[in-house]
């Protein structure tokens, strides 16, 4: 196994860049766990605020305007020439309006009724939350590959954004029930009078976000670019070149699958905890910080066998995991043993286990994939591939809580109202089996790449 002499960055630096992954993972987790359950609640007498049909437009609009801006604001950074840097810049001007924005969705015009009004108002929030997301989530993950060139290194520190990103997985859905659940009356906290748990939830998120994207960048200095290596490729070229690359177009393929089959689970959650476990908000939140849990206690592991078999391998080991875990999901609650409670933990549980990989491979993987392009066209092009890998992932996440609403709706009209949510794991289990065989084709693995990169360069 490769040793640290070649590692590039200080310790202090690899722990506050780091830092950057918490906002990155709780601004999302917090919307895809309870935004449909704050809009569309299923207890009795609650207020419905949107149609089905608007939820499914409003978020599938949000995350289109983000999928088609993802690439434009990597090609952007990826061509810029400010005094400051490609990347940083963009990670500080994006955080301030990110957080505003991310509170303002929990701030419907007409709380108390349901209204095309708060369809629209939760359409444009959703999208400008996503479009700031762009700004300062691409040009962060962008400054990984430029700021080490070590394999090992670049292990290292995406297991260390791993616990972060676990930390924000963990802790945000078990503060976001307890508020949830605790508020759900309203209640007034120091000067400020909330209407119910969601929204201090969100002011929390949106003060650490803009905190630890500001904390991220502190140390970090951008290498400087030499004049004729400034990337030359306007937006629609860049893309092109990108969907030419080997390695990235089954990686792409791959990864597009996989978020939208975890995303349908997220969503699904807080529904089977209430419904199918029945239990509490509270444990709902228990119960999606479970995964990332058992996954960070494994992430050593993880990082271990990369070293020892590569990346590829172990994330098909992980997929195919996913793929046998996942259909357990229609018996809970249909087991002779334990309650329905803790049937539904178990499994969630048990996703843990392959979710370590899912977790921390991912990075080291788009900048090796990076590394290879930069053999191929002679320029370091962080920032697209990160933008083009949004095109894919985020327009699934703006489909899955729509598929969600859907099997819901088919299972009321069918008369399976039981099978409603917890059919949504044999649904991800097949697209994560989907997505496993669009990986098989990908010619990168790990350490070997360097080997894959000999002759590669594009004529």
């Given amino acids: ?176 029930g307890r508020l949830i659940d605790k508020f759900k009356d309203g209640a007034t906290i120091g000067p400020i009078y909330f209407a119910d748990g969601f929204k201090p939830s969100a002011v929390i998120v949106g003060a650490i976000t803009v905190v630890l994207m500001y904390v991220s960048v502190w140390k970090m200095k951008e290498k400087e670019i030499e004049p004729s290596k400034t990337v030359p490729f306007k937006l629609i070229e860049a893309v092109r070149i990108c969907l030419r690359n080997e390695a990235f177009v089954p990686y792409l393929a791959m990864i597009g699958l996989l978020r939208l089959g975890i995303d349908l689970v997220i969503v699904a959650i807080p529904f089977i905890v209430t419904t199918v476990m029945q239990s509490t908000p509270t444990v709902a939140g228990i119960g999606q910080a479970l995964m990332p849990f058992v996954a960070a206690v494994l992430f050593p592991v993880v990082a271990w066998m990369a070293h020892k078999f590569g990346k590829k391998k172990v994330y098909q080991i992980a997929i195919l995991l996913m793929v046998c875990i996942l259909p357990l999901f229609v018996f809970i609650g249909r087991l002779p043993i334990l309650s329905p409670m803790w049937q539904g933990l178990v499994l969630l549980g048990l996703l843990g286990i392959p979710a370590s990989a899912l977790l921390t491979m991912w990075r080291p993987m788009v900048a090796d994939i990076i590394d290879y392009d930069e053999k191929r066209v002679g320029y370091r092009r962080e920032a697209i591939y990160y933008g083009v890998e949004g095109l894919a992932t985020k327009f699934a996440q703006g489909l899955a809580a729509g598929i969600v609403v859907i099997l819901a709706e088919m299972g009321k009209a069918m008369g399976y109202p039981s099978l409603k949510y917890v059919i949504v794991g044999p649904v991800a289990a097949v697209i994560f089996l989907l997505g496993f065989l669009a990986f098989r084709s990908y010619p990168l693995n790990g350490h070997h790449v360097d080997e894959h990169q000999e002759g590669a360069r594009e004529q």
Avoid at 119 to 143: E, K, N, P, R
Wanted: proline share 7%; charged share 15%; net charge positive.
């Fill in 1 to 176: 196994m490769p040793g640290k002499d070649d590692w590039e960055l200080k310790s202090h630096q690899r722990s506050l860049y780091s830092l950057g992954t918490f906002p990155m993972s709780i601004v999302p987790a917090v919307i895809m766990s309870w935004l449909l359950f704050f809009y569309r609640p299923e207890e009795s007498g609650a207020i419905v605020l949107v149609g089905p049909v608007a939820i499914i437009v409003a978020r599938l609009i949000g995350r289109t305007v983000d999928a088609l801006v993802d690439p434009m604001i990597a090609s952007w950074s990826d061509r810029s020439t400010a005094r400051g840097g490609r990347r940083i810049p963009f990670v500080k001007w994006g955080a301030i309006p990110l957080a505003v924005c991310s509170v303002l969705i929990w701030y419907p015009p007409f709380p108390s009724t349901s209204s095309w009004i708060n369809g629209l108002w939760l359409g444009v929030m959703l999208s400008l939350t996503w479009f700031f997301y762009t700004v300062s989530g691409v040009t962060y993950l962008a400054l990984l590959p430029e700021i080490t060139r070590s394999s090992t290194e670049r292990v290292h520190l995406s297991v260390l954004m791993s616990y972060v990103d676990v930390a924000g997985m963990v802790g945000v859905p078990l503060l976001a």
